[in-house]
């Protein structure tokens, strides 16, 4: 079982704003930094977000996050067909010595 | 550019080992830490083990599943990591993707991994 809980799916039209939850503890999101990452099928994954709030060169400001004491969201807006994939958000656990990850959230585009 | 390519995967027969190589170009590896991740066929990433560069080199974490059984190791000289895997078993059957792991200037609590490999298939099965 994840460590960090993201909700399995989420679906919105597109054009529209869509976002994705993680909640974790104070010994990973709540201590820590917190990283996205985008999975087109088929495809590796990709940073979106990383020290929770920023976006690598080349990722689009529809893209934005925030972290609050031991829970992170993504945010997507005007949200295209291309989004289409699975999210995974990404934390340090002190207490496991560990990366985690959420379990993932597959968006849908309407 | 930044490239990661991993390479060894394939079939393994339980109990067997395999050993994944991660060559890496575009980059000073001795300047970057390095991790292995996986995922199993239709599931999430799982992160397995990073391999520390500059300022601490060859220092090493792995995540609990695979602690003791997997071995990560780094040849900054030849720019490639790898992940040594012993004691093979059918849940270990994965894609295994190598990272680069991201620099932040954030003093301690940021592990992120901004550039990925394509991955390799492994199957474990007699």
């Known amino acids: 079982q994840p460590v960090l809980t993201q909700p399995p799916s989420v679906s919105a039209a597109p054009g529209q704003r869509v976002t994705i939850s993680c909640s974790g503890s104070?010994?990973?999101?709540?201590?820590?930094?917190v990283s996205w990452y985008q999975q087109i099928p088929g495809t590796v994954p990709k940073l979106l977000i990383y020290?929770?709030?920023k976006r690598p060169s080349g990722i689009p400001d529809r893209f934005s996050a925030s972290k609050s004491d031991t829970s992170a969201t993504l945010d997507i807006t005007g949200l295209q067909t291309g989004d289409e994939a699975d999210y995974y958000c990404?934390?340090?656990?002190?207490?496991?010595?560990?990366?985690?990850f959420g379990g993932g959230t597959k968006l849908t585009v309407l | 550019e930044v490239q990661l390519v991993e390479s060894g995967g394939g079939l393994a027969q339980p109990g067997r080992s395999l050993r994944l190589s991660c060559s890496t170009s575009?980059?000073?590896?001795?300047?970057?830490?390095m991790g292995w991740f996986r995922q199993a066929p239709g599931k999430g990433l799982e992160w397995l083990a990073f391999?520390?560069?500059?300022?601490?080199?060859?220092?090493?974490e792995y995540a609990p599943s695979v602690r003791g059984r997997f071995i990560i190791s780094r040849d900054d000289s030849n720019s490639i990591a790898y992940l040594q895997m012993n004691s093979l078993k059918p849940e270990d059957t994965a894609v295994y993707f190598c990272?680069?792991?991201?620099?932040?200037?954030?003093?301690?609590?940021?592990?992120?991994?901004?550039?990925w490999g394509q991955g390799t298939l492994v199957t474990v099965s007699s």
């Open positions: 020290d929770n709030d």
């Open positions: 575009g980059f000073i590896l001795n300047d970057y830490n």
């Open positions: 990272a680069r792991r991201g620099h932040s200037t954030m003093p301690r609590g940021s592990v992120y991994f901004d550039s």
């Open positions: 104070s010994s990973n999101i709540g201590n820590n930094f």
């Open positions: 990404g934390s340090w656990d002190d207490s496991l010595s560990a990366v985690e």
């Open positions: 391999v520390r560069g500059r300022p601490y080199p060859g220092t090493t």
